[in-house]
């Protein structure tokens, strides 16, 4: 259900909570407006298109999504994407495979991919955001320091170079950017003050004593990029050709896996905030829908931002009205007040976008993983993160989920046994009533555990292992709740083996899923039907009988 209908079935757009969500949305809109600019510039993209982002995508995701409390724009966690597209194909590319990622997110939603999405495991998510913070941080080192242009294709050469270029750092550049930062780490401890959003404190007063004193050097948004237009963005189609298409899948596919795994995230930390359940599919949908409609607007990709969203939480906002607020505030400020960002300081917008940085790579959730974690999980969590700084942040998503889904397989593989039973261990399930041994020449194996492609190495060997010739071989599935199909080929493999080596082999005890299974197989036709029993009961006392042949 669309979060917008929920509320308003649920009465949460009744005059009385209209002044919460108002003032909640004041509050983010003005919260997201350094954040926008500083995402905008770091992507590759003019600061304003980062506020016609915020806008649109902050509408459209409180109109169509899933969660009642979301708040989206453009985060730091797509900077990394963004700025190698934005490189490679320029804005326009940047914003077509925006669009794409658009249709790729409304996709994901309509055929509900949108629980399966969040199965992707928690060492993969922290390296990945770790590896984001780290590459942002070091991505701002040439405006908070005021250093010379950086050339270097990868991280390593950049990181290098600029270490190199430290020693030529602009002294009233760098005083603005640790003064700045300065003022959001402390301004948040100090009590009154705390109540005002740092960041926009950091703003104000780094831009007062630009426009005042007018220090030389300073990179500012009117020296870098011509200020800012006065006014709302105009409908702008995008003109493409069918090569951009073919071009921009893979980042395009990027765009969308990231987004969606932000915007569920941010979705369900607002759930543990208030105790409220989102509709992750719906979420998808109202996603593509931002990524779709914002880059015709001039903006570009957007999801659902975290800590937007608890300050949302935080500040009263309960209904998508608060959201819609956020949109209007920022659409008021472009028109009102889009001058007075000429003197922005760069300097002050890399600091803001430090402690972004520091607060995604959750420093001490990465070092509390590293101490507790299971060996394996801190393997995969490494390598996710350094492929993520050093490579591509979807290669490190793509071989991180690789590796934790290999060692999950792995660790079910294990946990399936395939063994011999003995008449005492039989005879204590009671299934046996009135018998005190298993018939003469009579074998029976024990699959436990779900019986696939990882399991199947266990049944040929267990079963390999027979020395004996036994006229009878019983194979129990009852507790097998699924079968693939190379499980199911191993079996029909042995069992063909077995009937080569004479031994009559009987099935017994499969739920009705893997019964059709085998069926639909062959297998059941193999051994013949008087050779499978519903119960492991029925199968012994036909041995005994002789009943079967």
Known sequence: MIALKEAYKAGLLQKK??????????????????????????????????????????????????????????????????????AEHGIIGLQIATFMAGIILFIFGLTKLGSIIKFIPAPVIVGFTAGIGVIIWVGQWRDFFGLPAVTGEHFHQKIVMLIQLLPQFHLTTTLFGVTSLLLLIVCPKLPRVNKIPAPLIALVLATASQAIFQFDGIKTIGTAFGGIPLGLPSFEPLSFEWSQVITLIGPAFAIAMLGAIESLLSAVVADGMVGTKHNSNQELVGQGIANMVSPLFGGFAATGAIARTATNIRNGGNSPLAGIVHAITLGIVVLVLAPLADNIPLATLAAILFVVAWNMSEAKHFVKMMRTAPQADIVVLLITFTLTIFADLVVAVNIGVILATLHFLRRMASSVEVSMQSSELINSERVLTGISSLPKDTIVYNVDGPFFFGAVDSLERTLSETKTEPEYLVIRLKWVPFIDITGIEALDKVIRELQRRGIRVMVSGANSRVEKKLEKAGVLELIGDYYYFDSFDDAIKAIRERQVV
């Open 17 to 86: 909570y209209w002044m919460n969500n108002i003032l909640s949305g004041v509050i983010v809109g003005v919260v997201a407006l350094p954040l926008a600019m500083a995402f905008a510039i770091a992507s590759g993209a003019k600061p304003e298109q980062g506020i016609y982002t915020a806008i649109i995508a902050g509408f459209c995701v409180s109109i169509f999504g899933g969660s009642r409390l979301q708040i989206a724009g453009p985060t730091g966690a797509f900077i990394v994407i963004l700025s190698g597209i934005t």
